[in-house]
Structure formats: structure tokens, C-alpha cells
């Protein structure tokens, strides 16, 4: 569990014992129906992380929205956005292993997260990883609930594939942008889990997949 849990929990909890001391248990109830919740959404459950090392794994729980090609940074990349909604695990998880190269933070409004304008004028963090001459970036995108992003690593960290990196409070949505030689592994409407959920395979040996502008997939890698 997330120890943000506590820190939503306890006061709650505390809150319920004191208006049932005031008052009736009964009144109390409200605050302890929303601390469980809190208890609830905070959980970080552990992940069976595979172990190819040519594989890009989901860095979020959620439902992958988009898939496409997409100049970024004055670059072709593949992208695919996962959707997280209020019951989905908030914790995030490294796409690669390798170095962390940026973090970068920008404040935004908060939009709806399905909007595809969120991806540029919501508040977002930035991380690029490197890792066995690949460059992954991942984007942590706040929603229209979301209002803190948390990154718990810095430039030049060394992080594995699926390690937990940070999370992002309640409704959201991550961006992840990666070479477009990759072989994609999923499809858009798919639920993907962070850190164990294969997105893409990164080298050759791979028969990449076509993807049109509009993110229909048009092919199939031979690992799928």
C-alpha cells in the first residue's frame, strides 16, 4: 500500500471516532466508508515483471485509449495513451530498465483525461528513460480528479523494468512514446497492468506493426 493511504485515512478515521464520541456511531459512518476507500485506492500490489529484455512493459494499470504514430520532440514515435480511471492501481512502473535522462515537470489545467488536448495543457511530468541503446519516454498526465503527480526518482537513477517510479492521485492518464521499430503487442480497448503487461517488443527481431494516422492497427507482430 501506498503510504499516501495514511495520510488520507487517519485523519478520517480519527474524524469518525470523535463524532461517534460526540454524537452516535452512525454519524461516524461516512468518514469511515471514505478512509476504506482511500485504504482501497492506495493499494500497490506486486507484479510478476517478464523478463525478456528487449520488451517495453506498461508503466500504468489502465485502458489503452490510443495507438498511432506521432512526431514528438521533432521525432517519429509510436504512442500509446493508457486511460486510468478511479478504480484502476495509480501506482506507475518503468517502462525499460536503464538511466533516467529528464524529469520534467510542468504545471497545466485538468482536463478530462480522455481529451486529447490533455496531453499538452494538462499538468504533466515528463521522464525520458535510456536503457541498451533505446530511448523510452513516458509521460504522467494529471485528469480532470488527478491534482498531484509524484515521481520519486531523479536524473540519473537507475531504474528496472517495472520498478515503481511514482503515481498519480485519482483519474489520469499516461502517454508513452518509444521507436517506431518496435513490434506493438496490444490493441486499442485492451486493459493493460503496469509493470507486467507487455506493450511492444524494442528490437528488430520484431516485425513492427502498421499503424495509421488515425491509430487502427493494421498488422500483427509475429510475438503477438
Known amino acids: 500500500m501506498v503510504r499516501d493511504a495514511y495520510f488520507y485515512a487517519l485523519p478520517l478515521l ?19 466508508l471514505l478512509a476504506a476507500f482511500f485504504l482501497w485506492f492506495f493499494r500497490d500490489p506486486e507484479r510478476v515483471v517478464p523478463g525478456d529484455p528487449h520488451l517495453l512493459v506498461s508503466p500504468a494499470d ?16 509510436l504512442h500509446i495513451s493508457i486511460f486510468l480511471n478511479v478504480f484502476n492501481v495509480h501506482v506507475n512502473r518503468s517502462p525499460i530498465a536503464g538511466v533516467i535522462r ?14 486529447p488536448a490533455s496531453a499538452d495543457e494538462n499538468e504533466q511530468n515528463l521522464v525520458t528513460v535510456e536503457g541498451d ?3 523510452v519516454i513516458f509521460k504522467q498526465i494529471a485528469g480532470l480528479l488527478a491534482r498531484r503527480i509524484v515521481f520519486d526518482k531523479r536524473v540519473g537513477d537507475r531504474v528496472e523494468r517495472g520498478e515503481r517510479v511514482g503515481l498519480i492521485k485519482f483519474g489520469s492518464r499516461v502517454d508513452v512514446f518509444f521507436p517506431t521499430s ?28 502498421q499503424v495509421g494516422a488515425e491509430g487502427v492497427r493494421q498488422g500483427a507482430s509475429e510475438w503477438r
Open 102 to 115: 529528464r524529469v520534467s515537470y510542468h504545471k497545466g489545467k485538468f482536463l478530462n483525461a480522455m481529451n
Open 14 to 32: 480519527a474524524a469518525a471516532v470523535l463524532v461517534g464520541w460526540l454524537t452516535t456511531p452512525l454519524w461516524g459512518l461516512p468518514a469511515v
Open 182 to 209: 518496435a513490434g506493438i503487442q496490444v490493441k486499442i480497448g485492451d486493459h493493460v497492468k503496469g509493470g507486467s503487461s507487455v506493450l511492444a517488443y524494442l528490437t528488430a527481431r520484431t516485425q513492427p506493426v
Open 133 to 135: 541503446g533505446q530511448i
Open 62 to 77: 489502465g485502458k489503452v485509449t490510443n495507438i498511432c504514430r506521432t512526431n514528438f520532440e521533432g521525432i517519429q514515435h
